[in-house]
């Protein structure tokens, strides 16, 4: 008997990823934590019904799928880059 599975893994059949592999939304979910994106299952679910700003998704048999390679190219949007300007304490006088 083999124990749980760790849940920042996203086991696939062979052992190696692929761009083209399916993801479930778990997965998907699991998947994006490696670039800094953190959405719950349930919030990928809400995104994609509202319309939000939301990783591609195909539906097969109304349950969602996601693709590795765009997974990986939303997550890469969503970093935000530095605004110009000088940094100011909160605690300094104007």
Known sequence: ?????????????GGEER????????EASTYLRRFGVRMKP?????????GADAPPCER??????????????WAE?????PRPGRRRSVWSSP
Do not use: H
């Open 1 to 13: 008997m083999t124990g749980p599975i760790p849940s920042d893994t996203v086991t696939v059949p």
């Open 19 to 26: 761009d083209e592999d399916w993801l479930t939304r778990a």
């Open 42 to 50: 349930s919030t990928l679910a809400r995104a994609l019904c509202v």
């Open 60 to 73: 097969i048999r109304n349950r969602a799928f996601y693709r590795r390679d765009l997974l990986r190219a």
């Open 77 to 81: 949007t969503q970093r935000e880059r």
